[in-house]
């Protein structure tokens, strides 16, 4: 059985950062696709980056462009937080996809519950 589970969130300063780390099991090792997404209360769940397990390739939202970094390889991905600001507050979750890597909340079959990211003086 496929499972997700996120950790690092918490309470930072605007200017801040944060590591936040997905660890997962039940995988298969080949051809999927760690995304990463964030929802604010009342507002839609939103793409922030994914990486395409097999080459390291990433790409981001422009909204974190230049301020958030995602690695990881076929069991565990980290997304740095840096330079954050108050519109960075959200739920920020982890999902696998086992095809093309999108930034589409519901192209992604596994989730894990999120951790929460505060950013405030």
């Known amino acids: 059985q496929v499972q997700l589970m996120e950790s690092g969130g918490g309470l930072v300063q605007p200017g801040g950062s944060l590591r936040l780390s997905c660890a997962t099991s039940g995988f298969i090792h080949s051809g999927k696709c760690m995304g990463w997404f964030r929802q604010s209360p009342g507002k839609e769940r939103e793409g922030v980056g994914y990486i395409v397990t097999g080459s390291g390739v990433t790409i981001y939202a422009d909204s974190v462009k230049g301020r958030f970094t995602i690695s990881g390889g076929a069991t565990r991905s980290t997304l740095f937080l840096n330079s954050l600001k108050p519109e960075d507050t959200a739920m920020y979750y982890c999902?696998?996809?086992?095809?093309?890597?999108?930034?589409?909340?519901?192209?992604?079959?596994?989730w894990g519950q999120g951790t929460p990211v505060t950013v405030s003086s």
């Open positions: 999902a696998a996809r086992w095809a093309e890597c999108t930034f589409v909340a519901g192209d992604y079959s596994a």
